[in-house]
């Protein structure tokens, strides 16, 4: 079945360095890529998302890049702070018969940032 | 407030006690749909519904139930609960159906099947 991977499983980094997250999906049809971030305890939230017809999309310190060919999308945090801790997940849409598309997860990503 | 309501947010019971868990959203979304959420595996869709009356099975249906007898709630039944559905759940919605649009969360259930 169409899945979503996701690398690596846990991320460490010093307090301004970046963060780079990556997924790669299966199917070509995918259109819509959002990536969630869940702190301890709490719901997913979206923070970022693009589309497909979209290369690069960027939000203060954060952004995402999507390559169609190669069916990769990243994550890129710049200036990581200690808030930035909490697992992060990639998704994408794939469509099923009937045209209705939904949302595959990946595994997530735990990203802790030291001071 | 738009919100996604989900309760209980914590229960612990034993072997085949039915338990219902509850989810209202009050943004008028016509998309709801139950995930659940284990280490190492990422959010799973159990059922999904695309409005009133519309459900359909998701990634990981045995086990569990839902209806939509109103827009504003998708209730997640568990019939016959089991110690493999200890997990924690999160019920999303979303303005138009599909997975092309973003998913508002709630907060979350804790559920332990002992």
């Known amino acids: 079945g169409e899945n979503v991977e996701q690398h690596p499983s846990t991320l460490s980094v010093q307090e301004g360095d970046s963060a780079v997250i990556k997924c790669t999906y299966s199917?070509?049809?995918?259109?819509?890529f959002p990536w969630y971030k869940q702190e301890l305890g709490k719901r997913p939230q979206l923070i970022i998302d693009?589309?497909?017809?979209?290369g690069e999309k960027k939000d203060q310190r954060i952004a995402v890049t999507l390559n169609k060919t190669a069916k990769h999308f990243s994550l890129h945090i710049t200036e990581t702070q200690p808030e930035d801790s909490a697992v992060y997940f990639c998704?994408?849409?794939?469509?099923?018969?009937?045209?209705?598309?939904?949302?595959?997860f990946g595994a997530g990503t735990r990203l802790a940032v030291h001071p | 407030e738009a919100q996604v309501t989900q309760n209980p947010r914590y229960l612990i019971t034993v072997t085949g006690k039915k338990l219902t868990v509850t989810c209202s959203q009050n943004?008028?979304?016509?998309?709801m749909s139950w995930y659940r959420q284990d280490p190492g595996l990422g959010l799973r869709q159990i059922y999904y519904?695309?409005?009133?009356?519309?459900?359909d099975k998701g990634d990981v249906p045995e086990g569990y139930k839902v209806s939509r007898k109103e827009k504003r709630n998708f209730p997640l039944i568990l019939e016959s609960p089991s110690p493999n559905q200890t997990s924690l759940y999160f019920c999303?919605?979303?303005?138009?159906?599909?997975?092309?649009?973003?998913?508002?969360f709630g907060d979350g259930t804790r559920l332990s099947i002992l």
């Open positions: 999303a919605s979303s303005f138009r159906p599909g997975g092309n649009q973003p998913q508002h």
């Open positions: 199917d070509s049809a995918s259109n819509y």
């Open positions: 693009i589309r497909s017809n979209v």
């Open positions: 998704a994408a849409s794939v469509m099923f018969s009937g045209g209705y598309n939904k949302l595959i």
């Open positions: 943004m008028n979304h016509e998309y």
């Open positions: 519904s695309m409005n009133v009356e519309v459900t």
